[in-house]
């Protein structure tokens, strides 16, 4: 029943046990906590949440995009659409696109700009995934997004069209939920006549709650400011100057974000004394004018800036599915442990959380506030939410909320893949890396011999699995996940391959090189 709304009665956390599978459209989701909100908790966050459908009225809508897409899934095949509608998101988009084949089924539609059918067949062969029907749209001029181009390809539509008549309706599945896909799901729903429902939330709910500034400001007002790292808001040059300035002359390292950017991919990280070694507001104000243009960043107003923690321990994740309010409360599924680099943070991998049990529950009883509070909003899908650890112990360090990914991402989606071929993760955990970077340019179907021995086998239910194709596929690197019988063989396993290709460039097969 969880799979539609209609008929559903609402379950508890009590009722949902965990470890126990459920199912929403194509996606197994696994409750790990269940943290019960007292009362009072629950009627403040419903009043915050009245509070910003008043600032913000309309925040759910979608009627713009017609009468037949409703919100939710439904046993349907999906149309998978893994795309992205603003700047400063990051990473590869045939890499993003091809994730897609994770969270697919027999039967189900994926687009994909430019398939690698050696990782089409890799998914549906070796890992055992479905055999779905690749729809490529037509190349464009522009660079356009990937449901764009399908909403401007008749011939495309029209195949939509027919397979979703056939199937009596479709859902739709998108990376995140942008106006574009909306609009795809909106145009289906009118020339197919059929139901479409769309896994996910209205796109200004998504893009106000992936917003940085957005989700800093509500959340400091749900958990309180200190849950939050010292954050102000600048609209312009000379406000973002100012700034700067006030939180150098406090804190060793200044992070400038742009809010809508997608992880690391908008950050700007300053030190502290070469800000405060500007003589004057002016001249600072110019310096900051040419770094953003040199980024590329042409209307970074408004921006967030705030204290680049210095002493973070860990960075854990905590991953989220927010169902229909009448199927109950948003669903944990786990912790985790991020693995970054660089100045700016860059996300490369991740693994199951290592922390303390004490210290994930509490992570989970926070977080599960600021998904309640979206809930509430008319949020529906996958939502997770990044934290940092500052201090100089576990037992002492505090807890901060550094922003949300309302979307699918470089954590949900490995974890739901060991859920659909290994049983769950808690039961075979897993350790992912991205950012490879082989010398040279080697095509998936080298990768896949270098790694023959190792490969995942769904008979023994661990081994590697690739999560992207190769280098010459994506025009970057690629990104791997060793699933394991216990995360120390997941993590050793994981170097032994990842060695494989250090030491494999005498005979032509690739090497690595390190990339930051």
């Not at 409703?70 to 700047?87: K, M, W, Y």
């Not at 060793?252 to 991919?265: H, M």
């Not at 995360?487 to 030491?503: K, Y």
Request: glycine share 12%; with cysteine.
């Amino acid at each position: 029943w969880f799979a539609a709304r209609s008929g559903n009665s609402r379950m508890s956390e009590g009722e949902r046990m965990k470890g126990e599978t459920l199912h929403f459209g194509p996606h197994p989701i696994v409750p790990r906590f269940s943290p019960v909100l007292p009362e009072e908790t629950v009627a403040a966050v419903e009043a915050l949440a009245r509070e910003i459908r008043m600032a913000e009225p309309g925040l759910d809508s979608t009627d713009v995009f017609g009468p037949g897409v409703e919100v939710g899934l439904a046993e349907f095949p999906s149309l998978h659409v893994h795309d992205i509608d603003r700047g400063f998101q990051g990473g590869s988009p045939v890499m993003r696109e091809h994730r897609a084949l994770f969270l697919a089924r027999d039967e189900d539609l994926v687009l994909l700009g430019k398939p690698s059918w050696d990782f089409v067949r890799y998914c549906r062969d070796d890992l055992g995934l479905g055999r779905v029907d690749v729809l490529s749209p037509a190349p464009s001029r522009r660079r356009r997004h990937l449901a764009f181009r399908a909403l401007h390809d008749e011939e495309l539509c029209r195949r939509i069209h027919r397979m979703a008549g056939i199937a009596g309706g479709l859902n739709v599945v998108t990376y995140q939920a942008t106006g574009g896909a909306w609009a795809l799901a909106g145009r289906i729903a009118r020339c197919a006549r059929v139901p479409v429902y769309f896994g996910g939330p209205p796109p200004r709910l998504a893009a106000a709650v992936n917003n940085k500034l957005w989700f800093t400001k509500w959340v400091a007002r749900l958990l309180g400011e200190r849950h939050l790292p010292p954050t102000l808001s600048a609209s312009s040059w000379a406000h973002l100057a100012q700034g700067v300035r006030r939180i150098a002359q406090t804190h060793g390292q200044v992070g400038i974000k742009l809010p809508s950017a997608a992880g690391s991919a908008g950050n700007l990280v300053l030190q502290s004394s070469e800000i405060l070694a500007f003589p004057s507001l002016a001249a600072l104000r110019a310096h900051l004018f040419e770094l953003f243009s040199g980024l590329g960043w042409s209307e970074p107003f408004p921006t967030l800036v705030s204290v680049w923690e210095e002493s973070v321990l860990l960075s854990p994740s905590l991953q989220g599915w927010i169902p229909h309010p009448e199927q109950g409360p948003p669903i944990l599924e786990g912790v985790f442990d991020q693995s970054v680099t660089g100045v700016q943070g860059r996300f490369v991998g991740c693994a199951p959380s290592t922390l303390p049990d004490a210290l994930q529950e509490r992570i989970a009883a926070e977080g599960a506030r600021i998904l309640l509070l979206f809930q509430k909003l008319g949020w529906y899908g996958r939502c997770s939410l990044d934290t940092i650890l500052v201090g100089e112990t576990l037992a002492e360090a505090e807890l901060h909320w550094v922003e949300c990914n309302g979307r699918w991402g470089g954590t949900s989606i490995p974890m739901t893949l060991v859920n659909r071929v290994a049983g769950g993760w808690a039961h075979r955990p897993f350790l992912s890396a991205g950012s490879l970077f082989p010398k040279g340019r080697q095509r998936f179907h080298e990768l896949l011999w270098v790694a023959r021995s190792r490969l995942f086998d769904p008979e023994v239910g661990s081994g590697l699995v690739f999560l992207s194709p190769g280098p010459v596929e994506t025009g970057v690197g690629f990104a791997v996940l060793f699933i394991g019988r216990s995360l120390e063989e997941a993590g050793r396993e994981l170097n032994h391959f990842l060695g494989d290709l250090h030491g494999a460039g005498n005979d032509g097969r690739p090497a690595l090189v390190a990339r930051d």
